[in-house]
């Protein structure tokens, strides 16, 4: 196993070449953590996992429809 870390927007990896990407704690460090997911995303090899770990609010209500819908876009 070969563990890389690496900014989200500076990637030398070459699309299609991990089996595994993932942010923890760190999404709601980004400008637009859609764009870094989708970055990961690109990364992915067919079948990939794409792990996230963020912060959860302490109401959980708050901004979930929002990000529901966001994420049904992937």
């Given at each position: ?59 959980p209500t708050l901004g979930t429809g929002k990000t529901k819908a966001q994420v049904a876009r992937f």
């Amino acid at each position: 196993m070969t563990l890389l870390a690496e900014d989200v927007g500076s990637l030398s990896l070459e699309p299609q070449s991990v089996d595994v990407a993932v942010f923890s704690q760190s999404l709601h460090h980004l400008d637009d953590p859609f764009s870094g997911i989708r970055q990961a995303y690109r990364l992915l090899r067919p079948g990939g996992l794409l792990a996230v770990m963020e912060l959860a609010a302490h109401d959980p209500t708050l901004g979930t429809g929002k990000t529901k819908a966001q994420v049904a876009r992937f």
